[in-house]
């Protein structure tokens, strides 16, 4: 289940998932930039299998959207995608 939170945008990944309150101040699993109140993504639960985390954990992984499209589709074509929907 992928959670979302922020702005829901009209997209089935939206559909399965719940609204969840933005992860302020918690790092994003991809750009490793702190979350901020404005920001929209989405939270997938992952496997904290850190030294910190003995034994490992569930938690959500936080990701600001982009960087969801961008670890999934790859740089390339989310940053193609940008150019087009932006006119970029
Ligand atoms: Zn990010």
Same mark, same amino acid.
């Given at each position: 289940?992928?959670?979302?939170?922020?702005?829901?945008? *009209?997209? %089935?990944?939206? $559909?399965?998932?719940?609204?969840? @309150?933005?992860?302020?101040?918690?790092?994003c699993w991809y750009c490793k930039e702190r979350i901020k109140a404005d920001d929209d993504g989405f939270?997938?639960?992952?496997?904290? *299998?850190? %030294?910190?985390? $003995?034994?490992?954990?569930?938690? @959500?992984?936080?990701?600001?959207?982009?960087?969801?499209?961008?670890?999934?589709?790859?740089?390339?074509?989310?940053?193609?995608?940008?150019?087009?929907?932006?006119?970029?």
């Amino acid at each position: 289940m992928t959670d979302w939170f922020g702005k829901r945008h *009209d997209a %089935p990944v939206y $559909d399965d998932g719940a609204e969840v @309150p933005v992860p302020v101040g918690m790092a994003c699993w991809y750009c490793k930039e702190r979350i901020k109140a404005d920001d929209d993504g989405f939270q997938i639960p992952a496997l904290m *299998d850190v %030294p910190q985390f $003995d034994p490992p954990e569930y938690g @959500p992984a936080n990701y600001h959207r982009w960087c969801l499209f961008r670890m999934i589709l790859g740089p390339r074509l989310t940053d193609a995608a940008l150019r087009k929907h932006y006119g970029g």
